[in-house]
């Protein structure tokens, strides 16, 4: 299938490892230029060098912490310097921490919600008028399957997600005039480092080992595995082509069937 990515550019969010970087190599091999950043400099610099000599691809590294108001600008003013213009945004972060609601502050929210939901609104509210006014634009977020179902032990990735969620629907039916979609695209338990330290986490709580704790989540997923970061990229790309331009305001798990609900 022709995704005609070819000319396009790319801002991936958290893009130096695990489904950001994912993301932005299924993109780089459909041809389109990438903004990528993330806030570990080496990390990055790698993950865009390895991209460039495999796909032969225009990248651009910007080393950013996404819930600073001021790294977004800066993010955004390198990446139009640069390009000119943002075709394609891929929203992303690292998780928050598991807990419980008791063992959270308000100052653990706060960080959580500048991390998983202002980025989102900074990095939509700073690409959206130049999208406009070309008439043409995708804005992927990529949120959890915890925003359909939660999740115990991750009461603030369960809040916030569903908050990313409920904007990009609103938003959706804003902007469907200007030829722009909006979309969420929803990981369940994909083989990442997030997943390795969610496993963790469990695991020096009950008192058993990670592999103990990942074979109970794969009993819970009717394909009875782990996803692999490339499965859920496949999905990512042809969201954000020219051949997904009727599809808006769209959650879409790629959970392996963990997700339970009909809609």
């Known amino acids: 299938m ?3 990515l070819g000319g396009k550019v790319a801002l991936v969010a958290a893009a130096s490892r695990g489904l950001g970087r994912a993301v932005a190599e299924e993109l780089a091999e459909e041809g389109a230029s990438l903004v990528l950043c993330a806030r570990g400099e ?13 796909s032969d691809v ?3 590294g910007v080393s950013a912490d996404l819930s600073k108001a001021e790294d977004v600008e800066r993010l955004i003013r390198e990446a139009m310097e640069q390009f000119g213009r943002i075709d394609i945004l891929v929203t992303n972060s690292g998780g928050p ?3 419980a609601f008791e063992n959270l502050t308000r100052e653990s929210w706060q960080e959580a919600t500048a991390l998983l939901l202002t980025s989102v609104l900074d990095l939509t509210r700073l690409v959206l008028p130049q999208m406009k006014a070309r008439q043409w634009g995708r804005i992927l977020n990529i949120t959890s399957i915890a925003a359909k179902q939660p999740v115990g032990n991750l009461i603030l990735s369960n809040s916030l997600r569903a908050a990313v969620t409920g904007f990009a629907k609103t938003l ?13 695209i929803m990981p369940g338990y994909t083989r990442t480092e997030r997943v390795e330290q969610l496993a963790d986490t469990i695991a020096e709580k009950e008192g058993i080992t990670s592999t103990e704790a990942k074979a109970r989540w794969e009993t819970e997923i009717p394909m009875k595995r782990l996803g692999e970061p490339r499965e859920f990229a496949a999905l990512a790309a042809f969201l954000v082509s020219e051949r997904a331009s009727y599809i808006t305001g769209s959650s879409i798990a790629v959970d392996g069937g963990w997700i339970r609900s009909l809609f």
Do not use: H, S
């Open 172 to 184: 959706a039916d804003e902007v469907a005039p200007f030829g722009i979609t909006v979309n969420n």
């Open 97 to 99: 921490p598991a807990a």
């Open 42 to 54: 080496e990390r990055l610099r790698q993950t865009c060098d390895e991209i460039r000599q495999k």
């Open 2 to 4: 022709e995704l005609n």
């Open 58 to 60: 225009t990248v651009l």
